[in-house]
């Protein structure tokens, strides 16, 4: 029997741990009200005095990691608690936590082309997946494994591997007993239609994005499975009014309804109909006669708002818009006034759940009181859009504006630098930080040129890639300012050799070339006499790149962005281009027409958007012969050979 004194010291421990866990709990369950109220920090704090308490409850850890996933800069910490708890417990629960957290590190991350960035992403997959692979080996049937290893894989762009996984767990969640609670069933078909597009199964991808009730998801797989249809037509421009019911008056509130023609923001798309009193619109090209607008340096012509017909390919009609009063907000850039959202050539690319956020009242104002011109796009940060499209814009402002109008350019980007230092921006330069709010400008100009679905006549085509091909006028102007500045400070020399580039996709994962150093070498078995150049565009200088493709006799690569640098090339020079499958993309076809090179396709190297390319011997004799015709039998240097 036990003594009566230890019998009462029993019963006062017991009392005590009572005591302890109901205090426990009601911490616990603070920390629960402030999560749910946004209060991550103090939800965290309470969390983490939890875990010195009760270090032994593995559902705490994992709690603690999802508030810090919440925070600002929690990322991180949220990792090491996952982590601990996988240490400590060795549980399905941590285990699969875990594997989802690094998953999800994975996918956020940026996918630039920068060798940091690509060496820290390879990292995050390394790390990530023999976590998710052991995971699913534990426990093959467990549909969240599966998942989360699918996920992982489909976005390193293994498409081939992610499939079978992505395609089971879809199927066995359709059956009644099963269940899958990291996504629902249409997040999953979006998933899986993405896959099929990447392993390059345009059909299977077209057949699973139909049962989705995304329009901007079936624009995307439209957009790069079909060409010239009235159905992505369709689909580009209703991505755009996603959510909104009527695109007209799309859904989102005007900033000031007592004084706008609708209580909601109306949409301009492109620059059709009657523009409103704050909007004026300069012809650039073809040329006007002159007369002179408020902000410009040479004479230009307001001009209305109907468009030459017919559309020619490549004759686009070039303007600059005036904007008097008008903000600027959001990532891309959006540009909008208090009743007006304005959409520009990229109709497709601002869904207006961004301008919901960027106009929303409550945000902070930025008040800019110097004409401005702005460079700002969604897609700025791809070296094709920011080359192609981004300096075109820039060098329509530079050349028609007077000194006096400042410039907006992207915060992130490798190039804003260059840029300052080459046009001497730096009395000119406004660095965009959207996080500051959304900008008010007394006065904004925007380049950009007639969009492709101007009024329908027999000689048009919908191309819904043709938003990202600028106007042939703004190309020329491109390579004309470019040229100058390589003559101003790396001039050509005569003892310069011919250049040969074969633009590599080494520095990314999609698209590569497998079989590329036979190339190389069979290429300088040709060119004897010429420097065969592998050419990758990471870290290069904007001028370094314009003056190596200047002094290329033959460029030959496949689709992505280096291949822009083409628009740098002189009259006649070849470009033997390795196509897409589907071929759907014509942005370097509008570029070699633009710029009058010689586009020749090899129709045996294609590969679908997201594989890669595979040399073999009897396609690397198709590329040689191509190669031969290109450059005719005179002397490379020569140019002087007919396109096929």
């Known amino acids: 029997p036990m003594p009566l004194a230890a019998l009462l010291l029993l019963l006062l421990c017991c009392a005590c741990a009572c005591a302890a866990a109901t205090a426990v709990e009601e911490v616990y369950q603070q920390a629960v009200r402030a999560d749910a109220e946004g209060r991550h920090d103090e939800a965290a704090a309470q969390l983490r005095y939890l875990l010195g308490v009760a270090p032994e409850v593995e559902e705490l850890w994992v709690a603690y990691g999802i508030v810090q996933q919440k925070n600002a800069g929690g990322e991180e910490e949220a990792l090491r608690a996952f982590e601990e708890a996988a240490r400590r417990f060795r549980s399905a629960l941590t285990l699969r936590t875990l594997c989802g957290a690094l998953v999800q590190r994975f996918v956020a991350m940026p996918r630039d082309a920068h060798t940091a960035t690509l060496g820290a992403r390879e990292a995050a997959f390394a790390k990530a997946l023999p976590r998710c692979q052991e995971n699913l080996r534990a426990d093959p049937k467990n549909l969240d494994n599966m998942f989360l290893l699918g996920l992982l894989l489909k976005d390193h762009h293994r498409f081939s591997e992610a499939l079978p996984l992505l395609w089971s767990c879809y199927n066995q969640t359709t059956a009644a007993d099963h269940t899958l609670s990291l996504a629902t069933a249409a997040e999953q078909l979006m998933h899986l239609s993405e896959t099929f597009l990447g392993a390059g199964d345009c059909t299977r991808a077209l057949t699973t994005v139909r049962a989705l009730d995304s329009v901007c998801h079936m624009a995307n797989i439209v957009g790069h499975c079909t060409k010239h249809t009235e159905e992505a037509a369709e689909f580009v421009g209703r991505c755009m009014c996603e959510g909104f019911p009527n695109c007209g008056d799309i859904g ?55 468009f030459s017909v017919p559309l020619v390919y490549n004759e686009k009609d070039t303007f600059i818009f005036e904007f008097h009063d008008v903000y600027v907000g959001g990532e891309g850039g959006l540009i909008f006034d208090d009743c007006h959202y304005y959409t520009g050539g990229h109709r497709g690319d601002a869904p207006l759940g961004a301008l919901t956020e960027a106009a929303r009242a409550g945000n902070p104002v930025v008040p800019i009181h110097v004409a401005t011109g702005t460079i700002i796009s969604q897609t700025h940060n791809n070296y094709y859009h920011f080359l192609i499209e981004g300096m075109s814009r820039l060098v329509l402002l530079l050349r028609h504006s007077s000194p006096q109008v400042r410039v907006l350019v992207p915060e992130e980007n490798r190039f804003t630098a260059e840029l300052v230092s080459l046009f001497d921006l730096e009395d000119r330069l406004l660095v965009y930080r959207p996080e500051l709010g959304r900008y008010q400008f007394d006065m904004l100009y925007y380049p950009d040129w007639e969009r492709v679905d101007a009024p329908r006549t027999d000689y048009y085509q919908y191309d819904p890639w043709a938003a990202y091909q600028p106007s042939r006028f703004a190309l020329r102007l491109l390579q004309e300012m470019m040229w100058e500045k390589v003559d101003a400070l790396a001039p050509m020399l005569a003892s310069d050799p011919d250049v040969v580039v074969v633009v590599s996709r080494r520095d990314v994962n999609s698209r590569n070339l497998i079989g590329e150093d036979r190339l190389l070498s069979a290429l300088r078995k040709h060119f004897a006499q010429a420097d065969v150049v592998l050419f990758v565009g990471t870290d290069h200088t904007i001028l370094e790149q314009a003056r190596l493709f200047r002094r290329a006799i033959l460029v030959v690569g496949g689709h992505g962005a280096s291949l822009a640098n083409i628009v740098f090339c002189k009259p006649n020079t070849p470009v ?60 490379p240097a020569t140019h002087d050979h007919d396109e096929v």
Not at 268 to 282: A, E, F, I, R, S
Not at 595 to 608: R, T
Request: proline residues 10%; charged residues 20%; glycine residues 4%.
């Open 252 to 306: 989102v509130p005007s900033l000031r309804p007592e004084s706008c023609p609708s209580k909601f923001f109306r949409i301009k798309v492109g620059w059709q109909g009657t523009l409103p009193d704050n909007v004026k619109m300069y012809k650039l090209y073809p040329p006007a006669p002159e007369s002179y607008g408020s902000g410009f340096a040479r004479s230009l012509e307001p001009m209305d708002e109907k």
């Open 576 to 635: 033997v281009l390795h196509p897409l499958k589907p071929n759907v993309d014509q942005n370097f076809a509008h570029l070699c027409s633009a710029m009058d090179l010689q586009l020749y396709v090899v129709p045996s190297v294609s590969a679908a958007f997201h594989q890669n390319y595979t040399l073999t011997s009897e396609s690397l004799s198709a590329v040689m012969r191509t190669v031969r015709e290109a450059t005719g039998n005179q002397s």
